[in-house]
Structure formats: structure tokens, C-alpha cells
């Protein structure tokens, strides 16, 4: 291994070192605060580290890893998503376990896991990442295993991601007999040919296992109920980064294996996003747990998502970049809100729970205001854009039925975004003061720091975001510079 090998993969070292690091201070001081600190360096190095890899990519690994632009944007997301999730981790699990280095390890070695898959261009690797990612969630989706709903969550994700894990071993294990190779760009070949059937067969079987850790429908059966067992801090990571991560992995291996060339491919994929959109925000419009609310929120989002992956033109894959990133940053802040209204052993889970929550604490209250805002694509918001993005590069592609079905669940969806948002609104009727059942957020100065940093991100990016836009733009140039 050469030095610039190192280099580029410096980010995923720093990840893997910090996280022994963590569990070696269990040995020697069990202090929460020192692991949550460990564990944001760490993963600020890594960080910092992106910069110096950009100098010597592209660069491939060996033939399991590519390092490019493409690869470093989306490690960005993951790690400054880690880093949010962290320092909000640290108010949330102050007061509420005694076992905290683990959690934290975990967490590293999740994030260490979306990186080995956006870095994957080889069957290996890509199920390395995926396990490694998915047998960490494991542990953090039940990691308060006091709580009988947060065991349920941990073991019911166990099941189905075994499931998905063995779908995904099989489709490999077909590719590997068609084409006696593992390595995504050695495949494109038997699109063409007898062994294309056998082809799409592997592939449809590996997208399987892909849908179920985005819970697309008919996939998504799992994510109402983790979603709402797990602790927030968890949930928030189910919900962002290891989507980020398995979204590079799937335009990866789209734009690799020549999936994109094959219609069955893209038309699968469509009827995928047609129904999530649909199931997604109809099953949104009866719920009344906020957890269970947005967990059909991201299925319908993740229906959106897929509407710019079949565009598959540069555009839609610009598109898929800047969805990713402003889905994550507006998601971070809704979650944000919600764990500072938690407490040691009770979250705040009804949407009633939330009546009153700009009265009772406007800066609270403005900051989940302007995330669900977002959410629902209002204007001057990244949400704004997101949606302008994907009706673009649908458009651009020819795809007006999933431009149809997009807007047709993009104006559904702003039913239940408003209720939350009247809810947060409301005062009690029978006087002007606004409803006590909310709980009051326990402020701290680094959640401050990143609420306030979530926010400024989602507005600065629903006004101004062309800068953001050409980062983009490279990194999906790199990309389909392989077709």
C-alpha cells in the first residue's frame, strides 16, 4: 500500500482508530463526556481529512475501492451528519445509562461502515460495508434495552436486515456465476447476451436487500416500528446517514454495472418509487406518534429520492446529491428538536406533545417550524429546491408519470406537514395561553451550536444554493464519466 493510498483512505482509518480509542478509555475512565468528545474529534479529523484525499483522487484501492469526487462528497455528508449526531447524542444519553463508551463506538464504527460503501466498486467490499453498518444498528437501535419498545425495534431490524443481507448474498452469488467476477464494472458486459436474465435476476435480488435498508415499499414494513422503539439519537442516524451511505452505493452500482442502460432496471425502479411516495404519505396522514409520522415521511421521501435516480442523467444524479444533503440536514434538525424536548426515560412521541412550542419556546419552536417547512418544500427552503431539482431532471429524462405522481404526493404531503406545524402553533381555547403539555427543551450550548448551524443550512440553501450546486456538479461528472 502506497502512501496515497493511505491518504485517501485516511478518512475510514480515523474512524477505525477512534473508535478502539473509545472502548480503550472504557478500560481506564468511564466519563460520558470524554467518549462523546473522543468520538466528535475523531470524526472531525476524519473530516479534515477529505481535503487531503481530494489531492491525489481518483485512486482506486485495490479492486475492492474507488476514491473520487463522487465518493468524498458523500463521506462529507456522513461524517458531518456523525458529527451532529454525536453532540446531540450527549444531552440525550446524559442521565439515562450508565454504559455510554459502547454506544459511542458503535456509532463510529456505523459511519466507518457508510464509508467502506460509498467507497465500494466491488461486491466484497459492498457487503462488507453494508454488515458493518448493519450489525452496529443492531446494538444502537435497542442500545436502551430498559425500554421494551427499543428491544422489539433492535430485534425486528435484526430479522428483516438478515434477510435482506441474504438477498443480497444471493444476487452476488449469481453475478459471480454469470461473469466469474465481483467487481461492478466487470459485470456491465452481461447486459448484452444470454446471461442477461440471470443478470437482472442477481440485480433484482440485490436491489431487494438495498430497498429494505432505504424501506422503500414493499420493503419498508420495518420502519414505522424502529423508528419509534429506538432512542432519537438512532433514529435520526437510520433515517439520514445510512441512507446517504446506501444511496451513493446504488447510483455507484447503477452507473458501473450499465444498470441504468437496461430498462427493466429503471422501470422496477420507478414502480418503486410510485409506490412509497403513495403508501409513504397516505400511512403519514393517520399518524398521530411524531416518530411513526416521519418514519412514513422518509418513505415517501425516499420515493422522491428514486424519481431523480431514474432520471439517471446528470441532472438527476445532481439532483439525487443535493436531496441527500438537504434531506439530511432539515431531518437533523426536526430530530434535534425532539430530543431536546426528551428527557432521562420519556421522549416526546405524540404530536400533542408539541402543542405550543413556539409560545412555550420560540427558538425552538421557529427551528422545527422552519425544518418541517422545508420538508414540505415551501419556498426559500431547501426542501424548495430539492422538489424544483427532481421535477427538472424528471422532466429532462422524459419521465412525466413519476412527475405527476411526484406532485400529486408532494401537495398530500403538506397535509400532515401542516398539522405538525398548527400543532407547534396552538394555544389552548379556552384562554391565549399557549397549551402546557409540551415539555420545555433543555438547551445546552453545543446543541445550540448545532441547531442554529442546521438551520442557517437549510435556509442557506433554499436561497443561495448555486455554490453548493457546482460541488455537486463535479463530484456526478466524475461519475458518469465512467459510461
Request: proline share 3%; glycine share 8%; aromatic share 10%.
Amino acid at each position: 500500500m502506497t502512501l496515497e493510498d493511505i491518504i485517501v483512505l485516511l478518512p475510514a482509518l480515523i474512524l477505525a482508530v477512534g473508535a478502539l480509542v473509545v472502548m480503550l478509555l472504557a478500560a481506564w475512565n468511564r466519563s460520558h463526556s470524554m467518549a462523546s468528545r473522543t468520538t466528535a474529534i475523531s470524526q472531525a479529523l476524519a473530516l479534515t481529512g477529505v481535503p487531503f484525499a481530494a489531492n491525489v483522487v481518483p485512486r482506486s484501492v485495490t479492486s475492492l475501492f474507488l476514491v473520487d469526487e463522487f465518493t468524498l462528497f458523500y463521506a462529507a455528508l456522513i461524517l458531518i451528519g456523525g458529527i451532529g449526531i454525536t453532540i446531540l447524542s450527549h444531552g440525550y444519553l446524559d442521565g439515562k445509562l450508565d454504559r455510554h463508551n459502547e454506544y459511542y463506538a458503535l456509532l463510529l464504527l456505523a459511519s466507518l461502515g457508510g464509508l467502506v460503501l460509498v467507497m465500494s466498486v466491488h461486491g466484497a467490499s459492498f457487503f462488507l460495508g453494508l454488515e458493518l453498518l448493519s450489525v452496529s444498528l443492531y446494538v444502537l437501535l435497542a442500545y436502551t434495552r430498559e425500554e421494551p419498545r427499543a428491544l422489539e425495534a433492535g430485534i425486528k431490524y435484526l430479522l428483516l436486515s438478515a434477510a435482506a443481507s441474504a438477498f443480497v448474498l444471493f444476487g452476488l452469488a449469481l453475478l459471480y456465476f454469470l461473469t466469474g467476477k465481483l467487481a461492478f464494472a466487470a459485470m456491465q458486459s452481461s447486459l448484452e447476451g444470454t446471461g442477461r436474465t440471470v443478470f437482472l435476476v442477481g440485480l433484482a435480488l440485490i436491489l431487494t436487500g438495498i430497498g429494505f435498508k432505504l424501506a422503500v415499499v414493499p420493503f419498508h414494513l420495518w420502519a414505522a416500528d424502529v423508528f419509534q422503539g429506538s432512542p432519537i439519537p438512532v433514529t435520526a442516524f437510520v433515517a439520514t446517514i445510512s441512507k446517504i451511505a446506501v444511496v451513493g452505493l446504488l447510483l455507484r452500482a447503477l452507473v458501473h454495472t450499465g444498470g441504468y442502460a437496461d430498462e427493466a432496471v429503471t422501470d422496477a425502479l420507478g414502480i418503486l418509487a410510485i409506490a412509497s411516495m403513495f403508501v409513504g404519505n397516505l400511512l403519514a396522514l393517520i399518524q398521530e406518534n411524531v416518530k411513526r409520522l416521519l418514519a412514513y415521511s422518509s418513505i415517501a421521501h425516499l420515493g422522491y429520492l428514486l424519481v431523480a435516480v431514474v432520471a439517471g442523467s446528470a441532472l438527476g444524479t445532481e439532483a439525487v446529491g443535493f436531496y441527500v444533503a438537504a434531506y439530511m440536514v432539515t431531518m437533523l434538525g426536526i430530530f434535534g428538536v425532539l430530543i431536546l424536548l426528551s428527557k432521562p426515560y420519556f421522549e416526546t412521541e405524540r404530536v400533542e406533545d408539541l402543542a405550543g412550542l413556539l409560545w412555550r419556546d420560540p427558538l425552538a419552536g421557529s427551528i422545527w417550524v422552519i425544518a418541517v417547512l422545508s420538508l414540505a418544500g415551501v419556498p426559500l427552503t431547501a426542501g424548495f429546491v430539492i422538489k424544483f431539482y427532481v421535477v427538472v431532471a424528471g422532466l429532462s429524462s422524459d419521465r412525466w408519470l413519476l412527475v405527476l405522481f411526484f406532485v400529486v404526493n408532494s401537495v398530500i404531503g403538506l397535509f400532515y406537514y401542516l398539522k405538525l406545524i398548527r400543532v407547534a402553533l396552538a394555544r389552548d381555547p379556552e384562554s391565549s395561553e399557549p397549551q402546557r403539555r409540551v415539555m420545555v427543551p433543555r438547551w445546552n450550548w453545543s446543541d445550540g451550536l448545532i441547531l442554529a448551524s442546521l438551520i442557517l443550512a437549510i435556509i442557506w440553501l433554499g436561497i443561495y444554493p448555486i455554490p453548493f450546486i457546482d460541488v455537486i456538479k463535479q463530484a456526478t461528472e466524475v461519475l458518469l464519466a465512467v459510461v
